[in-house]
């Protein structure tokens, strides 16, 4: 029966997607036709791998010991330089390298996002000194940015990426005991601004030095924030929510999100995915995660009737994917799947 | 449609169905898809839709036709049940 999703299965999807990545995806795993874009969804893959597979562990300890090794290597290799190279390539420096005195690569928030995961789940991790060493990085970036944004490539800023460097910073705070970061209440007020009045939803695109929109608000971006905004600030997540849920069509009991709001027609790009009839992919698989973190069951249970019509799961007891997944949305849709608050059960005691 | 015939294509699509999925999965369904080989999607192509076609009858046209089929079954034994009045 679609829709119906027994808790064991995560684990068997877990171990799906572990087996996945521990098998090498690499930029030449796919072919958009864009190195940038290749770059981006190997980078994407390692990254929902991690936050996925840590999602899984802390839901069901038991499987830790079998799951963790995937989600060190899944780490390790986000956080190789190869991996993020069409961030070099953009920037003409590497990010990593220049955490102290550099400034942009707004994407490195999503691999931070996936090392305080990983921080949260093994405190230990050799992974811990670059995650603290990030996180410094990004708080000064965000704390430092006129209007709650700074840039990911040059010339290019998105509050969908702003969320998740506010959300890595909360997890890697929230794993270490540490208060909120004296900056945060600022930031949320700035960032508000990114929040549409008209539909809820957040901008997709914005001007770094002025603060302005750019182009219209979007599904998919909203829908992924709501799912990192849940780590840093769960009020501003709900608000996002209440937009994200108007877009919901729900067609003979399948559920499916509206890419752009009712006023506008838009095309689908490589944030969107595919957009049919105004329905978006990415924020489709997004809005799982959305729905799952407020507790709507009843739109989850819909969305995830669609995931299954139009992905095809494969697999058994043991070991399951998504047939027109791929790496990547495989990766996407545990991570999305398995999203809950459970992590904030884990967080260690402020000393 | 007879409901015989509405289980067996019922039947056949939910096979290729099973079948299909397993074949995609095997050919490599996205990587093919993206990948840069022309002839690679154009076997994945036309296989993926005969798929999703199968599929998406499995799900919603055979189920409503073998209901079809079966609501009308005793008319089609017994055509003279619903017959109109002869008016000569």
Same mark, same amino acid.
């Given at each position: 029966m679609l829709g119906n999703r027994p808790p064991e299965q995560d684990v068997a999807f877990a171990h799906g997607v572990a087996h996945e990545v521990t098998s090498g995806v690499s930029?030449?795993?796919?072919?958009?036709?864009s190195a940038r874009f290749d770059g981006e969804w190997a980078f994407g893959t390692y990254l929902m791998a991690t936050l996925g597979l840590g999602q899984v562990v802390l839901g069901h300890p038991e499987e830790r010991a079998r799951l963790l090794p995937a989600m060190r290597q899944s780490a390790a290799r986000l956080t190789q330089n190869q991996t993020s190279s069409f961030g070099t390539e953009a920037w003409g420096n590497v990010g990593l390298d220049t955490l102290a005195d550099g400034h942009g690569h707004g994407y490195l928030g999503y691999a931070n996002l996936a090392l305080s995961m990983l921080r949260l789940v093994?405190?230990?991790?050799?992974?811990a000194p670059l995650n603290d060493q990030l996180t410094e990085a990004l708080a000064r970036r965000l704390a430092e940015a006129p209007h709650g944004l700074f840039e990911t490539y040059p010339g290019e800023a998105y509050p969908p990426d702003m969320s998740m460097v506010a959300g890595s910073i909360a997890l890697h705070d929230c794993a270490l005991g540490r208060p909120e970061r004296p900056f945060m209440p600022a930031w949320r007020q700035a960032f508000s601004?990114?929040?549409?009045?008209? +539909?809820?939803l957040l901008y997709q695109a914005a001007d770094a030095a002025t603060g302005a929109p750019l182009g219209p608000p979007r599904g998919s971006g909203t829908a992924i924030a709501v799912y990192s905004l849940a780590f840093a600030d769960r009020a501003l997540s709900e608000q996002l929510y209440a937009g994200l849920r108007r877009q919901a069509v729900n067609l003979l009991g399948f559920g499916m999100m509206r890419e752009y709001p009712s006023e506008h027609i838009g095309t689908g790009d490589i944030d969107s995915g595919p957009v049919l009839f105004g329905v978006g992919v990415s924020a489709t698989g997004f809005a799982l995660a959305a729905a799952r973190l407020h507790g709507d069951d009843a739109l989850f249970t819909r969305l995830y009737r669609t995931t299954e019509l139009f992905g095809v799961p494969l697999g058994d007891s043991t070991s399951r994917h998504f047939m027109s997944g791929g790496p990547l949305g495989n990766a996407i849709l545990l991570a999305m799947t398995t999203a809950? +608050?459970?992590?904030s059960r884990h967080c260690r005691r402020p000393t | 449609m007879t409901l015989h015939k509405a289980l067996a294509l019922g039947l056949g699509c939910a096979l290729f169905d099973l079948a299909g999925a397993s074949l995609l999965d095997s050919l490599g369904f996205v990587e093919g898809l993206l990948a840069p080989n022309g002839t690679q999607r154009l076997l994945l192509f036309p296989l993926a839709c005969a798929f999703y076609g199968a599929r998406l009858a499995t799900y919603f046209a055979l189920p409503a036709l073998a209901v079809a089929a079966l609501v009308f079954a005793p008319w089609r034994a017994h055509p003279s049940i619903v017959s109109l009045p002869d008016h000569k």
């Open positions: 930029t030449a795993s796919f072919h958009t036709g093994e405190p230990t991790t050799p992974q601004r990114y929040v549409d009045r008209r +539909s809820g809950s +608050s459970e992590w | -």
